[in-house]
C-alpha cells in the first residue's frame, strides 16, 4: 500500500483508509526498518500523527483536500522544516531548527501531505554514498552492506524499503539519480529554477534542485506537480507555467520521437558490463514504443567531473562561510589556549567551530573552492570551469537539435559496498560521472529502474531532456514502464 | 601648496564615499531601513543570512543608483551583476557581502567644484566608478561591563549603499569638502540620499599622499587611507594633519611609496590626529565571484534615458535659473536650492504668485525657514501655502501695507484656516486715504514743531519719532506714506 502514492490516495477517497492509519503504518514501518537502514535523521509520531489527523478532520467535515492529502512524503534534511530539525547530517547544524519552513514543504503542507520526518544524506549533501552523514550510514534495503548511494541515500532507501510512496530529495550532480538508481526507484532532478530553491540549504547554488523520488513515472509526475513553480523568493525560479503533467502520460506510443543514445558513456573504462547491458536493452524497450534511436556524442562530456569539481566546491565554500559559530550552528566553547593566543579569541573560534562542526569531505571541498577562487589561481580554475561550462551546455544544444531525449546510465556500477569508497575521494567522484552533465547545462533528467544484475542489485537508465521538457521525460518514462516491470521489483526487504 | 620651511608638496587625494539609498526597504529583503530602531529588530532571514534563505533584489535601489550616476556624469553600461565579497567578521552574518566586482552600475564619471584659485572657475574631479553593496551590520564592543563583551546589531545588514570611487584629482582638505558638499547637494536633491554622516548615511574614506618636488624630481610618500571620520569638517582636519605627517615622516625617515605599502590610518577626532589602525594594507584576497542567486541585471537603454528625463535640474542650474528668472542673488538661491526639492517648489509658487521674487526669498529665508525650524515641521505640512504668501506679498508690494502688518498677517495665517483676505479683514487692516494721513501728519507737525525745525535743518531722520506715533494713533498708517506726507508738509511750511 506504502509504494503508491495514487494508491493512497484512492484508499482514502473510497473510506478503505483514514490518513491516521496511513500515516500509522508509515510510522510503524519507519520505526521498524530504521535500525537496518537508517534513512532518518529525525521522526516525531506525534506530530505526524496529529497532521494526519487534521487532514481526516478536513475530510470529515467535507473541506476541499490537497492533492496530496494523507499521503506520507519524507524529507531531505537540507530543506528548512519550522517544525523539525534541519541537520543537513552535518555536526555544525545538529542542533538547529530553522524559523521557517523551505517552499517546497509550505507546497507539501498545502498539498495536504503528512511530513513523516527529515531523512539522512551526506554532509551537506556531500557524496555520492551517504557515508559522510553525521548521524551515520544509511544502508541499501537490496543489500545492508551496501549503499544507497547519496547524497539523497536516506530519501531513496526509505521508498525502496517501503516507508513512504514519496519522498523529496535534492540533485546537486547526480544526488537524486545515483540514489535512485542504486536503491531501483525513479526520480526526478528538475530543470534549474523549475522548483524554487527558498529554504534549500545551500551546496552548490547555481547546481542545486529540489526533485521528486517514487516507485513509479506516475508518483513522481505527481509530485513534481505539487512543488513545481516560480517563486518570487527565489530569483533564479523560473517564471514559466507548470504544465498537466499527468496529462503526460496517457499514452505508450513513442511514434516520432527521437531518442539519442550516448554510446561514448558505454565504452568508458570502468563502466560495469551490467550497466552497459540494461542501456541496450532499454534503448529497445523504445524503439519498441516507436521511438527512432540515434547514436549521439557529447563531445566535452569528458569535462563535467573536473568542471563540476571545480564549481561545486568553489560556491560551497562560499556557501558555508556562514557556518562560523558566531550566530547559529555549533560554536566550539573550549579553545585550544595556543590557539586563542595567536590568532586571538575571535578567529581561533570560527576555526575551531569548523574544524569541530564540518566533517572531512565537507572541509575539503571548502578547501578545494577556497583555492580555486583564490586571487591568481581563479582564473586557471574558476573562471576555465565557466568556460568549460558553457561548451558543455552547447553540446547539450546541439544534440537537443538532433533528437527529443538522450538516453544514458546514471551510474557506471550498481551500488557499492559501504566503506569502499569512503577513503578515496577521486573514486567517489567518478560516481557522478554521466549525472553532472544535466546539472551543468541545467536541463531536467529522470532515473528509471532497468532490472536487476546477477548479484540482485538495482541497474537504472537516465533520460535527460532539454530545459523545461519534465513532460517528454515523463511521456517516455511511463512508456517504458507500461513496458517494463522493473519499477515493480521490490527487495526483500521490503515492508508490506 | 608649500610649507613654510620645506620643499614644494603637491597633495593627492582620492575619496571612497558610501552613500546609503533612500530606500523603505533593504537591498535583498522587505526588511525596513529605518535609522535608531533597537538593535536586531528590523531583520530576516535573509538579512540574517539563515541557512536556505536567498536574496531576492529591491528594483528601487537600482533606480537609485542610476539616478545618482547620472547626477555625476557616469554612464550606466547595459549589463551588470552582482558579486559576492568573501570575509569573515561577525557583523556580516553570510561570511560574504554581496557587492559588484567588475561591472559596476556606474562607470567613468566627474563632479565639477569650484576652483580654489580661481573662484569663477571649476576644476573637474574624476569618478571611476559607483557600485551597489549591501551593508554590514554593527559591531559593539562594550568595554564598559568589564568582559571583553561585543554585541552585534543587525539592523543595518542589507541595506543598499553605493560606494562612489573618485579618481585622486583632489589637492587639498578644502577640495575635499567642497567636493563632499558638492556630492552630498546633488544626492539630497535628487532624493537619492539623506547623506547624513552622524548617522552613517554617507561614509567617508580618504586616500592621501605627497608629491614632494626636491630639487625638481618628484618623490610620492606612501599613501595612507584615512577612515572614522564623521563630519566634513573632520574629513578636513583629518587630510591636514595627515599632509603634515606625512611631510614629517618623510623628512625623518625618508621613506616612499616604494617603501611602504598602503597603511590604514583611524582619525582621533578629540586628539586631533591620524593614528595606525593596520600597518601594511594585507593584500586581502576576496575571492570574489558571481553570485549564483541572483541573476545579472540588464539595463536598456530606455531604462536610463527614462531616468535622464525625469532627472530634473542639477542644483548648479536650479541656481542659475532662480537668479535670472527671479531676479535673486546667487547667494540666496544657493540657500534656497540647499533645502531641497519641495522648498524650491514652494518659493517657485510664491515667487511667481507675488510677482517679487527678492521679497519671496528673503521672507522664505527669514520667517518660512524660521518657522520651520521652530516648530522641526515640514515645507509640505507648513500652514502657510505658497499661493497665501505670495497673495500677502503681492500686496506689500503694491503697497496695501508695510511687512510689519504683512507679518502679523502671517502670524495670524500660521494659526488659523483664513484666506489672505478673511485674515487682513479680521486684522483690520485697511487702507488709508491719503487725506486722512495728511490731518494725521499736521496734528502730529502741530504738537512737535521742534522736528519741523530738526529736518529744516538736515536732520531727516527727526521724523522717525513722529512715524511711530503715527503707528499708534492709526495701525494702518503707511509708513512709507506718512514719512512721505511729513517731509511735503515741512517743506511747505
Ligand atoms: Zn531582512
Not at chain 1, 542501456?279 to 569535462?303: N, Q, T, W
Not at chain 1, 549525472?435 to 537504472?460: F, Y
Not at chain 2, 556630492?183 to 605627497?210: F, I, P, W
Amino acid at each position: 500500500m506504502l509504494d503508491s502514492a495514487q494508491e493512497v490516495l484512492q484508499l482514502q477517497s473510497r473510506g478503505d483508509a483514514t490518513a491516521v492509519e496511513i500515516a500509522t503504518s508509515a510510522m510503524d514501518k519507519i520505526e521498524a526498518t530504521q535500525g537496518s537502514i537508517n534513512a532518518f535523521t529525525h521522526i516525531n509520531r506525534e506530530l505526524v500523527l496529529s497532521t494526519a489527523e487534521a487532514v481526516d478532520q478536513k475530510r470529515r467535515n467535507g473541506e476541499p483536500l490537497g492533492p496530496l492529502a494523507g499521503v506520507p512524503v519524507a524529507v531531505k534534511d537540507v530543506l528548512c522544516t519550522r517544525d523539525m530539525p534541519t541537520t543537513c547530517s552535518s555536526n555544525m547544524l545538529r542542533n538547529f531548527r530553522p524559523p521557517y519552513d523551505a517552499t517546497v514543504v509550505e507546497k507539501l503542507r498545502e498539498a495536504d501531505a503528512i511530513i513523516v520526518g527529515k531523512t539522512n544524506m551526506d554532509e551537506f549533501a556531500m557524496g555520492a554514498s551517504t557515508e559522510t552523514s553525521a548521524f551515520g550510514d544509511t544502508r541499501n534495503p537490496w543489500d545492508v552492506s551496501r549503499t544507497p548511494g547519496g547524497s539523497s541515500g536516506g530519501a531513496t532507501a526509505c521508498v525502496a524499503a517501503g516507508t513512504v510512496p514519496l519522498s523529496l530529495g535534492t540533485d546537486t550532480g547526480g544526488s537524486i539519480r545515483q540514489p535512485s538508481g542504486f536503491c531501483g526507484v525513479t526520480g526526478l532532478k528538475p530543470t534549474y529554477g523549475r522548483v524554487s530553491r527558498y529554504g534549500l540549504i545551500a551546496f552548490a547554488s547555481s547546481l542545486d534542485q529540489v526533485g521528486p523520488i517514487g516507485w513509479s513515472v506516475q508518483d513522481v509526475a505527481l509530485l513534481l506537480q505539487c512543488i513545481a513553480g516560480y517563486e518570487p523568493r527565489d530569483s533564479t525560479s523560473l517564471n514559466h507555467e507548470v504544465p498537466d503533467y499527468q496529462a503526460a502520460l496517457q499514452s505508450n506510443d513513442l511514434r516520432g520521437m527521437k531518442i539519442g543514445i550516448l554510446s561514448e558513456a558505454l565504452d568508458v573504462d570502468g563502466v560495469d558490463e551490467a550497466v552497459r547491458n540494461a542501456v541496450l536493452a532499454s534503448a529497445e524497450v523504445f524503439r519498441d514504443a516507436g521511438a527512432e534511436i540515434i547514436d549521439i556524442s557529447l563531445p566535452h562530456s569528458k569535462y563535467w567531473v573536473p568542471t563540476y569539481y571545480v564549481i561545486a566546491p568553489s560556491e560551497a565554500s562560499s556557501n558555508l562561510s556562514r557556518y562560523d559559530g558566531a550566530h547559529y550552528g555549533h560554536r566550539a566553547t573550549q579553545l585550544a589556549p595556543e590557539k586563542s593566543e595567536s590568532l586571538g579569541p575571535l578567529v581561533a573560534t570560527y576555526c575551531q567551530s569548523r574544524a569541530e562542526g564540518f566533517g572531512a569531505e565537507v572541509k575539503r571541498r571548502i578547501m578545494v573552492g577556497t583555492y580555486a577562487l583564490s586571487e591568481g589561481y581563479a582564473d586557471q580554475y574558476y573562471n576555465q570551469a565557466l568556460k568549460a561550462r558553457r561548451l558543455i551546455k552547447g553540446d547539450y544544444d546541439a544534440a537537443f537539435s538532433q533528437v527529443d531525449l538522450l538516453l544514458g546510465p546514471v551510474s557506471p556500477t550498481p551500488a557499492f559496498p559501504l566503506g569502499e569508497k569512503v577513503d578515496d575521494p577521486l573514486q567517489m567522484y567518478l560516481c557522478d560521472l554521466f549525472t553532472v552533465g544535466a546539472n551543468l547545462a541545467g536541463i531536467p533528467a529522470i532515473s528509471l529502474p532497468a532490472g536487476k544484475d546477477a548479484s540482485g542489485l538495482p541497474l537504472a537508465i537516465q533520460l535527460q531532456a532539454p530545459a523545461l521538457e519534465e513532460t517528454r521525460l515523463f511521456f517516455a518514462g511511463a512508456a517504458y514502464q507500461a513496458m517494463t516491470d522493473f519499477h515493480k521489483l521490490r527487495p526483500d526487504t521490503f515492508q508490506p | 601648496m608649500t610649507l613654510s620651511d620645506g620643499y614644494p608638496t603637491e597633495t593627492i587625494i582620492g575619496l571612497e564615499v558610501h552613500v546609503q539609498l533612500k530606500t523603505q526597504t533593504k537591498l535583498f529583503c522587505s526588511c525596513s531601513t529605518r535609522f535608531g530602531a533597537p538593535p536586531n529588530t528590523q531583520i530576516c532571514p535573509v538579512c540574517l543570512g539563515l541557512p536556505g534563505a536567498l536574496p531576492v533584489m529591491n528594483e528601487r535601489a537600482i533606480d537609485l543608483a542610476i539616478r545618482a550616476g547620472l547626477a555625476i556624469d557616469c554612464s550606466i553600461p547595459p549589463m551588470t551583476k552582482w558579486d559576492r565579497k568573501q570575509y569573515f567578521y561577525p557583523d556580516l552574518p553570510k561570511g560574504y557581502q554581496i557587492s559588484q566586482f567588475d561591472l559596476p552600475i556606474c562607470a567613468d564619471g566627474f563632479l565639477d567644484i569650484t576652483d580654489e584659485a580661481d573662484p569663477v572657475k571649476t576644476r573637474r574631479i574624476g569618478i571611476i566608478r559607483a557600485h551597489l553593496e549591501e551593508d554590514a551590520g554593527k559591531s559593539m564592543h562594550d568595554e564598559a561591563t568589564g568582559r571583553s563583551d561585543s554585541r552585534i546589531d543587525l539592523n543595518r545588514c542589507g541595506t543598499p549603499l553605493l560606494e562612489i570611487v573618485s579618481h585622486p584629482d583632489l589637492r587639498s582638505a578644502s577640495e575635499a569638502k567642497e567636493f563632499l558638499a558638492e556630492l552630498k547637494l546633488r544626492m539630497t536633491h535628487l532624493g537619492v540620499s539623506d547623506c547624513e554622516m552622524q548617522e552613517g548615511s554617507l561614509r567617508v574614506d580618504a586616500n592621501v599622499n605627497l608629491h614632494i618636488d626636491v630639487d625638481g624630481k618628484k618623490v610620492a610618500t606612501p599613501i595612507a587611507e584615512i577612515k572614522n571620520m564623521n563630519s566634513f569638517r573632520a574629513v578636513e582636519h583629518a587630510i591636514e594633519h595627515e599632509v603634515d605627517r606625512q611631510y614629517d615622516a618623510w623628512e625623518e625617515t625618508g621613506k616612499t611609496i616604494e617603501d611602504e605599502a598602503k597603511t590604514t590610518r583611524g582619525w582621533d577626532d578629540a586628539k586631533g590626529k591620524t593614528f595606525l589602525q593596520r600597518e601594511k594594507e594585507e593584500s586581502a584576497d576576496y575571492r570574489y565571484f558571481p553570485d549564483p542567486d541572483l541573476l545579472p541585471i540588464r539595463i536598456p537603454q530606455q531604462r536610463v534615458d527614462e531616468a535622464k528625463a525625469n532627472l530634473g535640474e542639477l542644483p548648479a542650474e536650479l541656481c542659475q535659473r532662480l537668479q535670472t528668472q527671479y531676479g535673486i542673488k546667487l547667494y540666496d538661491a544657493n540657500v534656497i536650492v540647499k533645502q531641497g526639492r519641495e522648498l524650491i517648489e514652494y518659493f517657485e509658487e510664491a515667487a511667481t504668485k507675488s510677482g517679487d521674487g527678492k521679497r519671496t526669498s528673503s521672507w522664505i529665508q527669514q520667517d518660512v525657514m524660521r518657522t520651520l525650524n521652530e516648530t522641526q515641521a515640514n515645507i509640505g505640512e507648513f500652514a502657510v501655502t505658497a499661493q497665501q504668501l505670495g497673495d500677502l506679498l503681492q500686496r506689500v508690494t503694491r503697497g496695501d501695507f508695510d511687512n510689519a502688518r504683512a507679518r502679523d498677517v502671517f502670524t495670524h495665517l500660521l494659526k488659523t484656516n483664513d484666506s489672505v483676505e478673511d485674515a487682513i479683514k479680521s486684522l483690520g487692516i485697511e487702507a488709508v486715504d491719503s487725506n486722512e494721513i495728511e490731518v494725521l501728519c499736521r496734528e502730529l507737525l502741530d504738537a512737535n514743531p521742534q522736528v519741523i525745525d530738526d529736518v529744516k535743518n538736515g536732520k531727516q531722520q527727526a521724523v522717525g519719532a513722529l512715524i511711530g506715533q503715527a503707528k499708534k494713533k492709526n495701525a494702518n498708517a503707511n509708513p512709507k506714506q506718512v514719512r512721505e506726507t511729513l517731509l511735503q508738509l515741512i517743506e511747505q511750511s
